[in-house]
């Protein structure tokens, strides 16, 4: 899988769009990116995910950049309840590959 | 309602007792797969299994076993625990081993070796 890069941290304003970047410049072409949040020690809570166009969904936005090496997360309108740690994954097809997690991004939203 | 489910969801153990950690999905998924997260660690895959009877070492399989006897269920065992298990394990579904196929995630459970 290719190796993602975030930011260890950010801050949001509750009510603002919470725009989180990801780095993935050595992504194959048959790769996907996927984004999941953790909230506190729960389960990853799966968000978003697309190959090459940039895809919506009820919680978030995902804007690939053309070349694809990087992409970012919008959450359009945060809430307390989106501060949690947000993962940036790379996936390609193959048998029993696995999700490799890294740090992520921890997003704090501020009242 | 679709989910994975674990249990039990907090445990405190000795060392060396045997343990068994329940995985159960409702999904018909195909792949099923465990996880510990350690702090500044992040996720690190133990074990997965494609379908019923398929199963292998992820990252990090020293010290624990698993097995796959029915779609459903996929439990984690630990023979003789200790403490450098205690962890905050995470079972994981998903419909089959695709990269187009998003991985839906138990609520995780709490294991404290002592």
């Known amino acids: 899988d290719a190796k993602t890069t975030q930011p260890p941290s950010m801050d949001c304003a509750e009510g603002r769009a919470a725009n989180l970047p990801c780095n993935h410049s050595?992504?194959?072409?048959?790769?996907?990116v996927y984004w999941y949040r953790q909230i506190h020690s729960q389960g990853p809570q799966y968000i978003i995910h697309g190959l090459k166009n940039n895809e919506t969904n009820e919680m978030a936005s995902l804007i690939i950049t053309e070349d694809r090496k990087s992409s970012t997360l919008i959450l359009p309108h945060a809430t307390l309840r989106d501060t949690a740690v947000y993962y940036c994954?790379?996936?390609?097809?193959?048998?029993?590959?696995?999700?490799?997690f890294g740090p992520g991004t921890r997003l704090s939203v501020l009242p | 309602e679709a989910q994975v489910t674990q249990n039990p969801r907090y445990l405190i153990t000795v060392t060396g007792k045997k343990l068994t950690v329940t995985c159960s999905q409702n999904m018909n998924h195909e792949y099923m797969s465990w996880y510990r997260q350690d702090p500044g660690l992040g996720l690190r895959q133990i074990y997965y299994?494609?379908?019923?009877?398929?199963?292998d070492k992820g990252d990090v399989p020293e010290g624990y076993k698993v097995s796959r006897k029915e779609k459903r269920n996929f439990p984690l065992i630990l023979e003789s625990p200790s403490p450098n298990q205690t962890s905050l394990y995470f079972c994981?579904?998903?419909?089959?081993?695709?990269?187009?196929?998003?991985?839906?995630f138990g609520p995780g459970t709490r294991l404290t070796v002592t």
């Open positions: 994981a579904s998903t419909p089959s081993a695709g990269a187009n196929y998003e991985q839906y």
């Open positions: 050595t992504i194959s072409g048959n790769e996907y």
């Open positions: 299994s494609m379908n019923v009877e398929v199963t």
């Open positions: 994954i790379v996936r390609v097809f193959n048998y029993g590959q696995n999700f490799v």
